[in-house]
């Protein structure tokens, strides 16, 4: 680009999902020149931190609480959508009780269901290694049936 021209290139969005406290992929997608249009976190104190950063990182980002709720008409489609879903139920030093029905790491169904609705262009799904063992073919799986390329 010229000095003194702006630039007329689209910013890429993106979407976090379980974003946690801290939201450090959405740190790094938002340094990267992202626009991250929403959060998605259920716990209440870590959304005000998340709102205290809001300002510096994603001064355009609406915050949502309930993944299993949530309406993703309600949402815009971002290019890309990233998360790191709960893992205390498939780490290696957690209960091993795996991606079931009312687990914490459950909530994969609810971020699958999220991607499939908004048909991002790309997915970055972040979680512990020992998802590989417990569960990390179903994502994969998953993630392939909704027409994604995926790889570990």
């Not at 939201?23 to 991250?36: E, K, N, P, Q, T």
Request: aromatic letters at 10%; glycine letters at 12%.
């Amino acid at each position: 680009m010229e000095p003194g021209k702006a630039s007329t290139m689209r910013r890429l969005t993106g979407g976090s999902v379980c974003s946690g406290a801290i939201d450090g992929l959405g740190i790094a997608a938002s340094l990267a020149g992202f626009d991250i249009v929403f959060h998605v976190e259920f716990d209440d104190w870590r959304r005000k931190v998340l709102e205290k950063h809001a300002p510096k990182y994603w001064p355009n980002s609406k915050q949502y609480k309930d993944l299993e709720t949530l309406e993703t008409a309600a949402l815009p489609r971002p290019d890309v959508l990233f998360g790191g879903f709960p893992c205390q139920d498939v780490s290696l030093a957690g209960n091993r009780a795996g991606l079931g029905k009312g687990t914490r790491s459950g909530l994969w169904f609810h971020f699958r269901r999220l991607i499939g609705d908004l048909r991002p262009r790309a997915v970055v799904v972040e979680n512990v290694p020992g998802l590989l063992s417990l569960g990390g073919s179903t994502v994969i799986a998953d993630l392939a049936a909704l027409g994604y390329d995926a790889t570990w």
